[in-house]
């Protein structure tokens, strides 16, 4: 199986960026192919450009080489904190430019045509606030934007979500018990290759 990871936070040694490194591992260890964009250490552009929206768009390398991964790939794994209920805005700029119509999904005469049917997702996400007081008061944004909003509106019906949290509370014996949840997580969905 070939397994896209993306990873959207800016500082080297997060938790976040712990997390992807345990699936990374997981995933290569598990023999899959595994294709992963640490956005923030390589620089994404998270700015849609008017000439990626044209009929026939003129599209940046960079994109174009992230749209043909997604488009090649079984699976997805996307890690990053809540930020005000949403992804941070270099992760948002990247959905915006690589899950792209035409491919990831297009509209013909009977509406909606996902793109994306068959594959897997699983999201992994961080916060600060305790999970129970986040759903008293928010609900769960993050949930719909990606099962819902996303993978699902692009036809990933295998989708699961995982989030961690209190991050800024935890012990390091829970962050090391949340990486093995993950590397669990990731092998259930993925299975061995």
């Known amino acids: 199986m070939k397994v896209l990871v993306v990873l959207g936070h800016q500082r080297p040694g997060s938790f976040c960026h712990a997390i992807a490194q345990a699936v990374v591992e997981q995933l290569r260890a598990d023999g899959h192919e595994t294709i992963f964009h640490d956005l923030y250490a390589e620089g994404f552009d998270p700015i849609l450009r008017e000439e990626e929206l044209l009929k026939q768009p003129r599209l940046d390398p960079v994109v174009r080489r992230h749209a043909d991964e997604l488009m090649s790939c079984d699976g997805y794994v996307v890690i990053h904190p809540n930020w005000w209920g949403q992804p941070p805005a270099i992760l948002k700029g990247w959905v915006d430019r690589v899950v792209r119509q035409g491919e990831a999904y297009r509209f013909g005469p009977q509406g909606l045509i ?27 944004p993050l949930e719909n934007l990606w099962k819902t909003c996303i993978f699902g509106f692009c036809g990933v019906e295998d989708f699961v979500r995982r989030n961690f949290e209190s991050v800024i509370l935890s012990t390091a014996e829970q962050r090391a018990g949340w990486l093995n949840d993950a590397r669990q997580l990731v092998r259930q969905r993925f299975g061995s290759a």
């Open 114 to 140: 996902p793109g994306l049917v068959g594959r897997r997702a699983v999201v992994f996400t961080t916060s600060n606030t305790p999970r129970d007081q986040e759903l008293a008061l928010y609900g769960d």
